[in-house]
């Protein structure tokens, strides 16, 4: 298992471009199971989740070509419905296959994805949302298996107690596509990935309006055809970039930042004192070049995680990393995922002042973190942690890095060319190693 050894303390500058959306290649990759004829998609993210996304398609029964961050995906029809626990369980966004299954062969049996380190992941809002358009949905030794012989438009309610469903509303989305008559999804996820996933469906032939919305309104098809679509940039690795910048007190220029998916979080970091300029108005908001400096002490700020157009829960961690350097306390409340915490204790490790207090903690600005062993558990926290590295005095080294890689290409070649010390090892190699030289040295 990889690991990062990080030595803390250069300013970072330079020039670097985002990569494709991971949260919206996903759903998009499943909506082409649905499609009659190929499917384009460029612009994707080259990570491990994207890799369990394509074994799975692969499995059930799509011809998928890989050209670099470009993939075509073709489904004869003639596939399997059933997504195996096998693979579910590496990646609980498996559960995107459902809509599109059951829009395609009016069944699909989807092994039911378990929790994960930032909480339960519970799936009742897609579960309802499936019975809304006249599926049956049974559990049967740990799947879900759902069945209709048509699907007919509906009212679909997806408000939860932590706010609409992204992957539910996507689910909803696409088995709507396929069903006879107009399909409202109320409370719907109003989140870019979305926006962008709906845009990629009515370039199949679907008719859909109000992405974006609390309201979409979905027009049921037949079916639907093949498309060539470009993944929007991810937002989460923008935000990270640019906190990654503003921590080290750098001066890094971003292409393909999507500004207008990041407001809030850049409402926040203005707050702190850390710039986010665009640099050509005439570029779209959506994916253009932005500067991000810092140059003086943060001011501390609070921030809570909400639904889109709130603060990302995705960008939590590594804001909250950024705040340990303000100049007093900040207070970050975590309404998405109330456990989604398991970086601060790692952060403390590392002599951050950072107090937890159920779904909020308090975080005392500090003078300077140390850099210590810290072992990644989640995708986001992961990122959180080599970002403080970036900032601490000494070596930070940051086990169990596969997290990371999850969700970010190779983040240490990104950071490195904006001039980071980040060396990936294999921890286990290394200590084997020390450990022949010891017996070969040995009487
Ligand atoms: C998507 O997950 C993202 N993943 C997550 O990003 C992101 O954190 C999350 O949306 C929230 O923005 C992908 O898009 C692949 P939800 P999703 O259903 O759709 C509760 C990352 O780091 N809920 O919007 O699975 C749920 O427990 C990942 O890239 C129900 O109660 O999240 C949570 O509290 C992590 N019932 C809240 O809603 C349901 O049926 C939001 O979950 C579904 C969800």
Redo the contacts with the bound molecule.
């Keep these: 298992m990889d690991a990062f050894r990080i030595t803390g303390g250069t300013r970072l500058s330079g020039r670097i471009r985002v990569d494709g959306s991971?949260?919206a290649a996903?759903p998009e990759m499943a909506a082409a199971l649905m499609a009659q004829t190929p499917v384009q998609l460029r612009g994707l993210p080259q990570l491990s989740d994207i890799d369990n996304m394509v074994t799975l398609m692969t499995e059930l029964g799509c011809e998928i070509e890989r050209d670099g961050e470009d993939v075509r995906i073709v489904n004869s029809g003639n596939g399997s419905w059933h997504a195996r626990y096998e693979i579910v369980k590496t990646m609980?966004?498996s559960i995107c296959v459902l809509g599109p299954l059951l829009a395609r062969y009016g069944k699909a049996r989807v092994a039911m994805p378990g929790g994960c380190a930032?909480?339960?992941?519970?799936?009742?809002?897609?579960l309802r949302g499936m019975e809304a358009l006249g599926a049956t949905v049974e559990l049967d030794g740990g799947d879900i298996v759902v069945e209709a012989k048509r699907l007919k438009g509906a009212t679909v309610f997806l408000g939860?107690?932590?706010?609409?469903?992204?992957?539910?509303t996507a689910n909803v989305m696409c088995a709507a596509t396929h069903a006879e008559g107009v399909t409202v999804i109320e409370s719907a996820?109003c989140?870019p990935?979305i926006m962008d996933l709906a845009d990629m469906l009515n370039r199949m032939g679907a008719s859909i309006t109000g992405a974006g919305t609390p309201r979409i309104t979905i027009r049921g098809k037949g079916s639907l055809q093949g498309c060539d679509h470009r993944v929007m940039p991810d937002r989460?690795v923008a935000g990270t970039i640019a906190i990654a910048s503003a921590i080290t007190n750098g001066d890094v220029i971003i292409d393909d930042f999507p500004y207008d998916h990041l407001l809030a979080v850049i409402d926040r970091l203005n707050a702190t004192g850390v710039r986010v300029h665009r640099e050509d108005e005439a570029q779209p908001a959506s994916r253009c070049t932005v500067k991000v400096t810092s140059d003086r002490r943060l001011e501390p700020v609070l921030f809570t995680t909400q639904?889109y157009p709130g603060f990302?829960?995705?960008l939590q961690a590594q804001m909250m990393t950024l705040l340990c350097f303000a100049d007093g306390n900040s207070i970050v409340t975590e309404k998405?995922?109330p456990d989604r915490f398991l970086h601060v204790s790692e952060l403390v490790r590392m002599g951050a002042k950072v107090y937890r207090q159920g779904g909020t903690v308090v975080v005392q600005g500090v003078q300077r973190l140390v850099g210590a062993p810290v072992m990644a558990s989640d995708?986001?926290g992961s990122a959180s942690l080599v970002l403080a590295g970036l900032a601490a005095e000494g070596e930070t080294t940051v086990s169990r890095i596969y997290h990371l890689d999850r969700?970010y290409c190779h983040l240490e070649t990104q950071l490195n060319s904006l001039g980071a010390q980040i060396e990936r090892f294999d921890p286990d190699a290394t200590v084997a190693a020390s450990e022949d030289k010891i017996k070969s040295t040995s009487y």
């Design positions: 991971k949260n996903l609980r966004a930032i909480g339960d992941r519970p799936v009742d809002l897609h939860g107690p932590f706010g609409s469903t992204v992957l539910g996820a989140e990935e989460i639904p990302p829960t995705d998405i995922f995708l986001r969700g």
